[in-house]
């Protein structure tokens, strides 16, 4: 069974009150909720932690290594400034995707940079929630295309 971390930067918290016409109604435990009820159809353990602190952050990465398989990531502000959290990303080497609630390409300016994006997967934005959803879905499929090739390897 694929496990797989899901980390939720600063201030996310705060959904269901903090600028709703962003970042929509649903708070963070009913993300954590629809995270779950996807891991569980699809068969694999997913863990869900928040934090407002990048030196957290940094450290959840940094243990994933032989716990987890993958790693879903909404940064939040950290994405324009964190180098600590991009090189800890690096460091364990796990696949990685990105997600943010809102399209940061639509946004501020100091938005459209992610330091995190070069060394994820991909990234999934603009659409509240169910960005989770689709980061999670990526992962999940990128984990059983590699684990497919690799019997393929080994049969062939």
């Known amino acids: ?5 899901v980390l939720h930067g600063p201030n ?3 959904l ?5 016409s962003i970042y929509g109604m649903q708070t963070l435990h009913e993300v954590d909720m629809a995270i779950g ?8 353990h997913v863990e869900a932690r928040q934090s407002n602190h990048e030196g957290e952050l940094v450290t959840w990465i940094q243990e994933t290594h032989g ?18 959290i991009r090189d800890a990303i690096v460091a364990v ?14 946004r501020e300016p100091f938005r459209k940079r992610s330091l995190i994006a070069p060394v994820a997967l991909g990234q999934i ?12 879905q990526a992962i999940i499929d990128y984990l059983r295309r590699k684990q497919a090739d690799a019997k393929h390897d080994i049969t062939t």
């Open 1 to 5: 069974m694929f496990r797989i971390l």
């Open 12 to 14: 996310l918290n705060l």
């Open 16 to 20: 269901g009150t903090r600028e709703k």
């Open 37 to 44: 009820q996807l891991a569980r159809r699809e068969g694999v």
């Open 67 to 84: 716990q987890f398989h993958a790693l879903v990531i909404n940064p939040a502000a950290y994405t324009h400034t964190s180098i600590a």
């Open 93 to 106: 080497g796990l696949p990685t995707v990105e997600v943010h609630l809102s399209n940061i390409h639509r």
């Open 125 to 136: 934005s603009g659409f509240a929630a169910t960005s989770y959803l689709l980061g999670l």
